[in-house]
């Protein structure tokens, strides 16, 4: 089970802090990744992290403003996002994986366990 938390609503320009509290896994055996999907739009990849933390990827779009770290003794994953835009506005959605291929880590079929999603909106 993954539990997402810590959206909320902010002004552009701020930042916040996504968690995504892991159970029912062992969660330093997987990815973890962080997708969102605006109203009206398919959901999108954010960012996603190896298991051991040592590598991360990003998208394009929020490449030098969001973070994807994780804590295995935790078993959290954070999404921390920084310059805020409107267009980052949307529902944020937590995933895991065991085994995180490429090509395909960036869609969202592939990955097996998702979070609940926690609402972000970005004012203007």
């Known amino acids: 089970q993954l539990q997402a938390s810590g959206g909320g609503l902010v002004q552009a320009g701020d930042s916040l802090r996504l968690s995504c509290a892991a159970s029912?896994?062992?969660?330093?055996?997987?990815?973890m990744g962080w997708f969102r999907q605006a109203p009206g739009k398919e959901r999108e990849f954010v960012a996603h992290?190896?298991?051991?933390?040592?590598?991360?990827y990003y998208a394009d779009s929020v490449k030098g403003r969001f973070t994807i770290l994780r804590d295995n003794a935790k078993n959290t994953v954070y999404l921390q996002m920084n310059s805020l835009k409107p267009e980052d506005t949307a529902v944020y959605y937590c995933?895991?994986?065991?085994?995180?291929?490429?090509?395909?880590?960036?869609?969202?079929?592939?990955?097996?366990?998702w979070g609940q999603g926690t609402q972000v909106t970005v004012s203007s």
């Open positions: 992290i190896s298991w051991s933390g040592l590598n991360t």
């Open positions: 029912g896994l062992t969660f330093s055996r997987y990815a």
């Open positions: 995933a895991a994986v065991e085994f995180l291929s490429e090509p395909g880590s960036t869609i969202a079929t592939m990955w097996d366990y």
